[in-house]
């Protein structure tokens, strides 16, 4: 499903100085992939998911998803094809405390650039449903808990139907019982929905539950 080819992340400090976060990557995602990326603070693990969910470019190298090499594209096409490709879920939830926990989960909606198949309030209220949020429909993010708050960005990555979904240290901010509870969530939504789930995280037992660890460290995969 997705093919990095020789990747490769520069960033210039300086005048003279440049630093690699990335150095050769070659990686491939398949279809229906539960895994993990793991690496110590500083390994490039988050420079890593920024490139697989094209939230930045490569310095050098080649992004193929599905088979289409996405090098061509322009700032438009791919913020389309991520919008509609990738759904991410992040550490500190990022959600909209002004917006309702409805408001929060439909509004990937409000960027769609494709004409939708389906009712996105329906939609909304279905995976509320099914991850036990009704009751929070009319709730702000931060009068709920935790857990709760991470539910509500899971759901919010599903709205525009993803084949992928990146989460950042999805249970970094949870308590252990709770972080089990979003892990075992995930495994659902890969298994049941057929969803390709990549977990970044520096927790070995997190790791432990994905199907298969990508370790990378000083910017390269070992």
Known sequence: MIKLQNICKDYILDQETVFSALKNINLIIDKGEFCAIVGPSGSGKSTLMHIIGLLDKPTKGNIFIEGKNISDLNDDEISTLRNEFVGFVFQQFNLINKLTVFENIILPVAYARKKLTYNPEEKARYIMKRFGLLDKEDSFPNKISGGQQQRV??????????????????TGNLDTKTGEEILKLLQELNTQDKISIVVVTHEADVAAKTRRIIKIKDGQLV
Do not use: G
Request: aromatic share 0%; net charge neutral; charged share 20%.
């Open 153 to 170: 960005a899971i759901a919010r990555s599903l709205m525009m139907s993803p084949r992928l979904i990146l989460a950042d240290e999805p």
